[in-house]
T-cell receptor, first 117, second 117 residues
Framework: GAVVSQHPSWVICKSGTSVKIECRSL??????MFWYRQFPKQSLMLMATSNEGSKATYEQGVEKDKFLINHASLTLSTLTVTSAHPEDSSFYIC?????????????FGNGTRLTVT | AQTVTQSQPEMSVQEAETVTLSCTYD???????LFWYKQPPSRQMILVIRQEAYKQQNATENRFSVNFQKAAKSFSLKISDSQLGDAAMYFCAYRSRRTGANSKLTFGKGITLSVRP
């Protein structure tokens, strides 16, 4: 149980375009979803925390206008990288917190490898 | 703010032998959770083991066990009978109980474990 599906697994886009990444909880309701960014051989850096029906909370230094997060339902959160540039190339991972089980470990999607050319 | 420190960037172990990965953390809270996650080359985050701070007994999961020293704020992972499939990046992580479902994971920098056949 507690499966998180992230799509797409990898995407290549041209500089200046926007890319949307979806994160779905398949068999549970996710009260909260988290978006992380990871560079090769480095740790996961939290970008933002999103709750269903409310605005996301962004970490310091993360541009909210560039990384748009929408948490439309208890099973879906999306991250849109707007006007992407080569420096946005990275691995993005979402994770979800199971509703009413806040003491459980977070469940992770498989990640999305974004390459901006 | 909580911090998690993994001071060893890399370790190597002979197949079938035992290895211990170190982790220390800093927090002013008394109630929290600690986790070890494994990230193989596929980059999928896999939960290895978790520990509730209020439990004195060290958690174990088959070949994986932890040495949790709350006063010293230390949380090391021991892998017994190492297997080739254990080769991965390992992250130590902290999660507060205070903010419930909004509680994020704070990760250490990670350690790359290689297993020699």
């Amino acid at each position: 149980g507690a499966v998180v599906s992230q799509h797409p697994s990898w995407v290549i886009c041209k500089s200046g375009t926007s890319v949307k990444i979806e994160c779905r909880s398949l068999d549970f309701q996710a009260t909260t979803m988290f978006w992380y960014r990871q560079f090769p051989k480095q740790s996961l850096m939290l970008m933002a925390t999103s709750n269903e029906g409310s605005k996301a909370t962004y970490e310091q230094g993360v541009e909210k206008d560039k990384f748009l997060i929408n948490h439309a339902s208890l099973t879906l959160s999306t991250l849109t990288v707007t006007s992407a540039h080569p420096e946005d190339s990275s691995f993005y991972i979402c994770s979800a917190s199971v509703r009413r089980e806040y003491n459980s470990p977070l469940h992770f999607g498989n990640g999305t490898r974004l390459t901006v050319t | 703010a909580q911090t998690v420190t993994q001071s060893q960037p890399e370790m190597s172990v002979q197949e079938a032998e035992t290895v211990t990965l170190s982790c220390t953390y800093d927090t002013s809270e008394s109630d929290y959770y600690l986790f070890w996650y494994k990230q193989p080359p596929s980059r999928q985050m896999i939960l290895v083991i978790r520990q509730e701070a209020y439990k004195q007994q060290n958690a174990t999961e088959n070949r994986f066990s932890v040495n949790f020293q709350k006063a010293a704020k230390s949380f090391s992972l021991k892998i017994s009978d190492s297997q080739l499939g254990d080769a991965a990046m390992y992250f130590c992580a902290y999660r507060s109980r205070r903010t419930g479902a909004n509680s994020k994971l704070t990760f250490g920098k990670g350690i790359t474990l290689s297993v020699r056949p």
